[in-house]
């Protein structure tokens, strides 16, 4: 326990210059490439001098960039740093767009894990036969598919056609625990509200969902497949265990690059929401992130960018976890 | 001997012979540059048949490289045999061809000529847009601008990675620790975001560089088959290139790090040091050329991925800006009349799977066959029969 | 048949593998039986057979590779005879690893790396039966690795298998196989991967055990020195056929086959006085187009008429003494 609370506190640590790194380089790029934000901020061409100037006081524009990174920084983890375009703290809006992408991400991860996996082991299991290929061609066009067109064809028969979802609104329940409506109402045993939150994000989180499952069903199959022709896998046959005994030590074996995929996944997952969000009208940080950088908000993107590094990293943390519990080679 | 008998083994199909006859004159080739290398590789030349007798041997490989060629030679010369050229607003002649649904037949009158289009009945076989723009053309114009961007997307990013990953694995250390700090740093972040955030903020400099660089300029023109009076839009395509040279080079950098740090164990590379060969010519003469096939090989995986992401980088409307055809923007652009008029979405969406999929199943096949120990299941169950034969004669 | 009560019969036995490069015929007509209580071993060059032919014993031939045809007979008490060519997938699997345990090559390879040893011992025990359950098995593991001299055999219990140097692997493999008390043990260059001093030792406690548990013993190696030492009877293989087979003394004292002879010259017998050691021209050939006749003519120095056209039978020399060579037969006795 001792060992995983000193390497829980290492990495905890690793954040910090990972994170500076990210948004500072976010910050180079956005708030030195492009050509006097201030008068953007300010209306563009017709912008008010005066407002101009006020704004390039208010956010250290005449000074260095890493002078104003700096400003930057120390305002946003300070929650005193207020958007120039939309006028709200850069922090309240990110809470307010946080939770549908939480949504969307678990349940499409979730979908990811419960789908893709068994796929890949029913069709490593069922190798060159039909069920095989069936599936390898459904895993071969989850990742070729663009997921926009996709979801244009899936909303075209859902809703237009079935009537089946909405594309509009995000259910809320009157309480809050955690924000996260999807995890309250599993902490409050609310059987309608998640069933709402289900049925809002269910169709948004598999298209977000189908590269991610396209990718692990291969990955399982071929991690499965090259683990049982392992030498080990020759021994635990030569001993004259059973077969079922044998997929178990194959499938565990197999877990440990699944893990790390998996892992993986998650940050497609986040790159993936933006497109997602915007055809299914999620209010979400992905969204969010897109409004930001066509406004040139980029106080607000950088913020973005630093809650998603986040999440991706906790997620990484977590994936290495999980990997020490399962193959013991792996020290803390 | 071996080669002579293995004749008799394979049942040579005709692709077997184009594929011999190809590999036999790059043999040849190299046989001239430097003599008696035939000799000297006949065992790889023996090698690389099988590798494609097994190629030739999979429907799956052959069904990847059956697109990906059509989706090439489209690119090639889709601007020339498109009937319209990719801005032709139809619906300024006729009304008809406003959102034509596919199959439309519209009639061109005279006085049509100012915008490039001879009089008479046209066919719009997969549709029209809200500018009454012939999407087939616009979709054979967009191969064009899918496979520039992917080229030179490819032609670059890739390898800044492999440059880093070789300098990375190779020195270790300090070295090593920056750069591969630097890579994890890119690793932590979706790309597909950072790509937008790049696309949508270099369009300002880069048309500013584009119109003080009018070579530049014209070469990309050139390449992405543009009229010259919409140069304007060419700062957005070329800003989406850079955003994704920035974003595809890590994984590149992981990867050939990991190789790099295996292939230095081998001898080859410790005998090349003890001889005194500089380590610029260890790094790209000597372990390069070994590590190149699995770099390939994800190249041409990555080629779809590159496609697909350009097409969502224009579907959010940071990449192509219009009239460019691109698949991406035309469903975008096509998406506000969904579902009514519904060939808007579907075709370019058609276009981009099929595209992306021939590169995945091409990829997919090349992994295989490159990699000995899946070569081996692929062709065992091509050749079962020609040795129940073989068995009876040899007693 | 050379035993009055064999324990194993083999019979013409015929193993092709289908590879990317061709078919590989890997064991070409192989007979050979093992008397109940010796110590067989195959001998000859790698990639001749030898691990193809001691897993074929038990079916333990995975695709690619496939038995075309040839009969296996195991005798578990005299008189008793199991068709193993006739037994499905689930019986022959009661046989391995209870009657008929393996030790391979590699102990590192052999062991899953996210299981304890003790894992390792217990599941080969419930699942024959011998324990009720993993649990149980756990709780016994430590009595089975003492039984293999497991130095501190309950805290290795425990121990995963990368925290374990190369010759307690071993061991623990030997310990594994010898659970369920075997009847015949089949090791397969059991000592190649460890070092020297290992080796020796490995060896000298297969020797007592085998003795103690009163084991069949098939060795396969291709280390002269350990033949002389360990073998009651040795067959030479050479590129899946057998070439010679006699008593391990006979066939030292008289080998026959110019393979035999070959193989014989490469090992150094008098350290410190001037030997040369030999090597046997050539390699072992491409079996995908094997050498047409006698496998071995085209590195044989006594090669001539019939060598590169038929096949040459094994035939019974002297007592227990057999051979497949042209050199011994009567058309050509004369040139010898």
């Known amino acids: 326990m001792a060992e995983l609370k000193r ?42 001098q005066h407002v101009v100037a006020m704004l390039i006081k208010e956010y250290h524009l005449d000074q260095p960039f890493y002078i104003q ?235 973005g960018v630093f809650v998603i590094a986040l999440i991706y990293m906790t997620v990484n943390l977590i994936v290495d976890i999980l990997y020490a519990v399962i193959d013991p080679r792996v020290r803390y | 001997m071996a080669t002579k008998e293995a004749e008799e083994v394979y049942e040579k199909k ?334 370019p969406g058609l276009a981009i799977l099929l595209t992306v999929l021939g590169f995945n199943l091409l990829g997919d096949t090349l992994r295989d066959i490159l990699d000995p120990r899946t070569r081996r299941s692929i062709e065992f169950r091509l050749k079962k029969k020609p040795k129940a034969k073989k068995e009876g004669e040899e007693e | 048949m050379r035993c009055k009560d064999p324990i194993i019969v083999v019979r013409d036995l015929y193993i092709n593998f289908y590879t990317y490069a061709g078919v590989v015929r890997a064991i070409n007509g192989v007979s050979f039986d093992i008397c109940r209580g010796e110590t067989y071993c195959l001998v000859g060059e790698t990639g001749c057979g030898k691990s193809v032919t001691s897993r074929a014993l038990t079916k333990l031939i995975k695709s690619p590779g496939r038995i075309e045809k040839g009969e296996i007979y195991f005798y578990p008490e005299p008189g008793k005879r199991i068709d193993i060519m006739k037994l499905n997938d689930d019986e022959v699997r009661r046989i391995r690893g209870y009657d008929v345990a393996y030790i391979f090559q590699d102990p590192s390879a052999a062991l899953d790396p996210l299981y304890t040893l003790g894992y390792h011992v217990a599941e080969t025990m419930s699942f024959h039966g011998v324990v009720q359950s993993i649990k149980e098995g756990i709780k016994k593991a430590a009595d089975v690795l003492k039984i293999a001299k497991m130095p501190d055999p309950e805290s290795r219990v425990r121990a995963f298998p990368h925290e374990l140097s190369g010759g307690m692997k071993q061991r623990g493999v030997i310990g594994m196989s010898l659970a369920n008390r075997p009847k015949m043990l089949i090791a397969d260059e059991p000592t190649t991967a460890l070092d020297v001093t290992i080796q020796a030792q490995i060896m000298d406690f297969l020797k007592e055990l085998k003795k103690k548990e009163n084991l069949t013993l098939l060795l396969i190696t291709h280390n002269m020195g350990l033949v002389a030492e360990m073998c009651d009877t040795v067959a030479v293989m050479y590129a899946g056929e057998i070439v010679e087979e006699a008593p391990v003394e006979v066939l030292f004292k008289n080998p026959l086959h110019p393979y035999t002879r070959g193989l014989m010259r490469a090992v150094p017998k008098h350290v410190g006085k001037n030997v040369t050691l030999e090597s046997i021209p050539g390699t072992v050939p491409n079996l995908i187009f094997p050498p047409p006749g006698c496998r071995f003519h085209p590195r044989c120095p006594y090669r001539f008429d019939p060598c590169d056209k038929k096949r040459p039978p094994l035939i019974e020399i002297e007592k227990n003494h057999k051979v497949a060579c042209w050199l011994y037969t009567k058309k050509g006795g004369e040139r010898k």
């Not at chain 1, 905890?12 to 490439?33: D, K």
């Not at chain 2, 003469?285 to 590590?291: A, D, M, Q, V």
Request: net charge positive; charged share 15%; aromatic share 14%.
């Open chain 1, 7 to 48: 390497f829980l506190i290492r990495r905890l640590l690793t954040f910090i210059p990972t994170l500076i790194g990210v948004t500072f380089i976010v910050y180079l790029i956005a708030a030195v490439v492009p050509a006097n934000p201030a008068r953007l901020w300010a209306g563009g061409e017709k912008a008010n």
């Open chain 1, 69 to 303: 990174y700096y400003y930057f920084m120390k305002g946003f983890l300070e929650n005193t740093m207020v958007s120039p375009v939309t006028s709200y703290k850069v922090w309240h809006e990110i809470k307010v767009y946080m939770p549908v992408t939480i949504q969307l991400t678990l349940i499409s991860f979730t979908f990811i894990a419960l789908i893709g996996i068994p796929l890949g082991i029913i069709s490593a299991l069922k190798k060159d036969t039909w069920i095989d290929a069936t599936i390898r061609v459904i895993a071969l066009l989850g990742v070729s598919v663009p997921i926009f067109w996709l979801a244009y064809l899936l909303i075209f028969l859902f809703f237009t056609k079935l009537g089946w979802i909405t594309l509009s609104g995000t259910p809320t329940p009157p309480y809050s625990i955690t924000g996260i409506p999807l995890i309250d109402s599993i902490l409050k045993l609310d059987g309608r509200t998640f069933l709402e939150v289900i049925k809002r994000y269910w169709l948004p989180s598999l298209v977000l969902a189908y590269p991610g499952i396209g990718v692990i069903a291969r990955l399982v199959r071929n991690t499965f497949l090259d683990a049982l022709g392992s030498d080990f896998v020759d021994y635990v046959d030569a001993r004259g265990l059973p077969r079922n005994q044998m997929y178990r030590h194959v499938l565990k074996n197999a877990m440990v690059p699944i893990v790390t995929v998996l892992g993986l996944q998650f940050g497609g997952l986040l790159g993936g929401a933006p497109i997602t969000e915007t055809i299914f009208g999620l209010p979400g940080l992905g969204r969010f992130m897109l409004t930001s950088i066509y406004s040139s908000d980029y106080l607000s993107m950088v913020g």
């Open chain 2, 14 to 347: 005709v692709l077997d012979r184009v594929s011999d006859a190809f590999l036999d004159a790059l043999a040849n080739l190299f046989e001239k540059i430097r003599p008696g290398w035939k000799v000297r590789n006949q065992a790889r030349i023996d090698e690389w048949k099988l590798m494609f007798y097994a190629f030739n041997r999979s429907p799956i490989g052959m069904a990847g490289a059956v697109l990906v060629a059509i989706f090439i030679i489209i690119a090639i010369v889709g601007p020339w045999i498109a009937p319209f050229s990719y801005g032709t607003p139809l619906s300024l002649c006729n009304h008809t061809a406003y959102l034509a649904p596919p199959g439309t037949t519209v009639k061109i009158p005279h006085g049509c000529e100012a915008l490039g289009v001879k009089p008479g009945t046209y066919r719009l076989i997969l549709g029209g847009d809200s500018f009454g723009r012939d999407l087939w053309s616009r979709i054979l114009f967009g191969a064009r601008t899918s496979f520039v961007v992917m080229i030179l997307v490819l032609m670059v990013g890739p390898w800044i990675g492999v440059a880093l990953g070789l300098i990375s694995g190779y020195y270790g250390g300090a070295t090593d620790e920056t750069i591969m700090r630097i890579t994890d740093m890119f690793l932590v972040f979706p790309g597909l975001i950072l790509a937008i955030a790049f696309s949508a903020v270099l369009p300002s400099r880069i048309s500013l560089f584009l119109k003080t660089h009018p070579w530049v300029d014209s070469f990309f023109l050139h390449i992405f088959a543009l009229h010259p009076s919409e140069r304007g839009a060419l700062a957005s395509l070329v800003s989406v290139i850079i955003a994704l040279w920035i974003v595809w080079w890590p994984g590149y950098a992981r990867l050939v790090r990991g190789m790099v740090l295996s292939e230095k164990e081998n001898t080859y590379v410790e005998a090349a040091r003890a001889l005194g060969i500089s380590t610029g010519s260890i790094l790209f003469r000597h372990i390069l050329p070994n590590i190149l096939g699995p770099i390939l090989v994800y190249l041409s995986l990555d080629s779809g991925g590159v496609i697909l992401t350009e097409a969502g980088l224009s579907f959010l409307g940071v990449g192509a800006v219009p009239p460019i055809a691109d698949w991406g923007r035309i469903i975008y652009d096509g998406s506000q009349y969904f579902p009514t008029a519904w060939w808007l979405v579907f075709f």
